[in-house]
């Protein structure tokens, strides 16, 4: 069973790809920051369609394909305004730390910063 993924999801995954392959070394802290913010907005734009499947369609409105496109924006806009807010819910800071220890060259610590560029222990 094939499950359809929604356009503007595939156009995240395009721009999150772009923001892997930093111009430079110092690009990297910045990338990861970008990637993992916008991979957990997708992962909490995911979390809500999931939760809104879960509930029954509305007949006084009748439904539609329009509905459904209009729920799926603001599900998107939902889930990037929770990701951009006060850390989100804490998986873009998690993600961001990971990348930059897999980004530092062998032998060398990378600084390890919050989502508001603040060096971490």
Known sequence: MQTSMPPET????????????PAARGDNAKAAR???REFEAMFV?????????T?????????GK?????QSMLD???AAAIAA????????????????REAA??????????????EQP
């Open 10 to 21: 595939l156009m995240q995954e395009t721009d999150a790809s772009r923001a892997r392959q």
């Open 34 to 36: 970008k990637v993992a």
């Open 45 to 53: 734009g995911m979390m809500l369609k999931s939760m809104r499947d």
């Open 55 to 63: 509930v029954g369609k509305n007949e006084l409105t009748g439904g």
């Open 66 to 70: 329009g509905e459904e496109i209009f």
């Open 76 to 78: 998107q806009e939902y």
């Open 85 to 100: 807010s006060q850390g989100g819910i804490g998986l873009a800071a998690m993600i961001e730390k990971q990348l930059v």
């Open 105 to 118: 060259p062998r032998g060398e610590k990378a600084p390890i910063t919050d989502l508001k560029g603040k």
